[in-house]
């Protein structure tokens, strides 16, 4: 193969790969946001769910318990499963 010819089939590869990346970025920033609206959706859904057991239940506050800095409750009052299995239901 002639330098000529080879130097072109290196930028023609080099050019292609540029492409390549460029198309990956395109496609992680769009899984990205299909993965945020699919979450959102998700917690919208999960807020229906709890509203729903809330009413049903007589509940007057319901903590989230990973984020609310609850150091100790009873099991008893943990509705983790109830909300699950009417998320499920859905």
């Known amino acids: 193969m002639s ?6 089939q290196e930028e023609k590869l080099a050019t292609e790969l ?3 990346r460029r198309l990956k970025e395109d ?3 769009e899984i990205g946001k299909m ?3 699919l979450t959102q959706q ?3 859904d999960i807020e229906k769910v ?3 057991i ?5 509940y007057a506050i319901i903590f989230e318990k990973n984020a609310a800095g609850i150091v100790y409750f009873k099991d008893s009052v943990d509705i983790t499963e109830s ?3 009417d998320y499920d239901k859905r």
Not at 3 to 8: E, F, V
Not at 54 to 58: C, V
């Open 35 to 37: 993965e945020r609206e």
């Open 3 to 8: 330098s000529s010819r080879r130097k072109s």
């Open 18 to 20: 540029k492409e390549l």
């Open 27 to 29: 496609i992680e920033v």
């Open 54 to 58: 809330a009413k049903k239940e007589d």
């Open 42 to 44: 998700a917690l919208r």
């Open 50 to 52: 709890i509203k729903k």
């Open 83 to 85: 909300i699950i299995t």
